[in-house]
C-alpha cells in the first residue's frame, strides 16, 4: 500500500464514520481506565454488560477499593481472567489514591506503572480520554495492518510504530478506532467481507483477489 493508497484508506474510513468511538462504556476517565483494564481477551460486549453493574454501585477507586476481592469478583466474573483482573484492579485503586490523588494519570510511564496496565490499555487511555494520537494494537489492527498492507509487522509493537510512521497526521487520532472497527465488522479474521469492504482497491489483499479472478 503506497502514500496515496494510504491516504484514500482512511478518507473513505472517515466518510463512512467521521467520529468513530469506543464500543466500551465509561463516563469517566477512571471508569474507561477500569473498562479497558478487564477487556484484555474479552469482548467489549461482555466487560460493557459487567461494568454497567459494577459502575452503578462502584465507579471511583475508593469505591471500587471498598468493594474488596469478593465483592468486585461477583461483578466482573462473567469476564475471563476475572481473578487476575480483580486483582490489578484494586492495587491500581490503591496506587491512583497513594500516589495520584484519586485521579488517572496522563502520562504513559505513570500509566504503564499501575498493575494490569500495559502499553495497549495505556494508548486507549492516551488516544480516547486526553486525544493523543496514539495506536492502541490489538488482534484486529494487527490483522489489518498485515493483511491490507498498511503497516505489516511481526510484533504489535512494529505495527504500532509502523501505523504512528505511516497514517496521515489528519488522521492519527481516530486511525485506531477506525481499524478497530474495520477488523471487527469487516476485515474479519476467518472470512474476510472483502465483497462489500469500501477500501478493496486500496488494500493489497483486495488487489490480489481482484487480479486472481480477472
Avoid at 478487564?38 to 471511583?60: C, E, H, I, P, Y
Wanted: hydrophobic share 45%.
Amino acid at each position: 500500500m503506497n502514500g496515496a493508497q494510504v491516504e484514500r484508506f482512511f478518507a473513505t474510513l472517515k466518510a463512512a464514520n467521521p467520529a468513530p468511538q469506543t464500543e466500551l462504556e465509561f463516563a469517566s476517565v477512571f471508569e474507561l481506565l477500569t473498562a479497558v483494564l478487564l477487556s484484555a481477551q474479552a469482548t467489549d460486549v461482555g466487560v460493557n454488560k459487567a461494568t454497567r453493574r459494577l459502575f452503578a454501585v462502584a465507579n471511583t477507586p475508593a469505591q471500587i477499593l471498598a468493594l474488596g476481592t469478593e465483592g468486585l469478583e461477583s461483578y466482573i466474573k462473567t469476564i475471563g481472567l476475572y481473578r487476575s483482573k480483580a486483582r490489578h484492579l484494586l492495587q491500581t485503586c490503591q496506587i491512583l489514591i497513594e500516589q495520584h490523588g484519586g485521579e488517572v494519570p496522563r502520562s504513559r510511564t505513570e500509566l504503564e506503572a499501575l498493575p494490569g496496565v500495559g502499553r495497549k490499555t495505556a494508548n486507549v487511555v492516551l488516544n480516547v480520554a486526553f486525544g493523543e494520537p496514539t495506536m492502541a494494537v490489538d488482534t484486529h489492527i494487527f490483522r489489518v495492518s498485515n493483511r491490507t498492507g498498511l503497516a505489516p509487522g511481526k510484533t504489535p509493537l512494529a505495527v504500532e510504530l509502523g501505523l504512528l510512521d505511516r497514517v496521515p497526521e489528519a488522521y492519527l487520532v481516530d486511525a485506531h478506532h477506525w481499524l478497530i472497527l474495520h477488523g471487527r465488522y469487516v476485515c474479519q479474521a476467518r472470512k474476510p467481507l472483502c465483497n462489500v469492504c469500501a477500501v478493496i482497491d486500496e488494500c493489497d489483499h483486495g488487489r490480489h483477489l481482484k487480479s486472481a479472478s480477472a
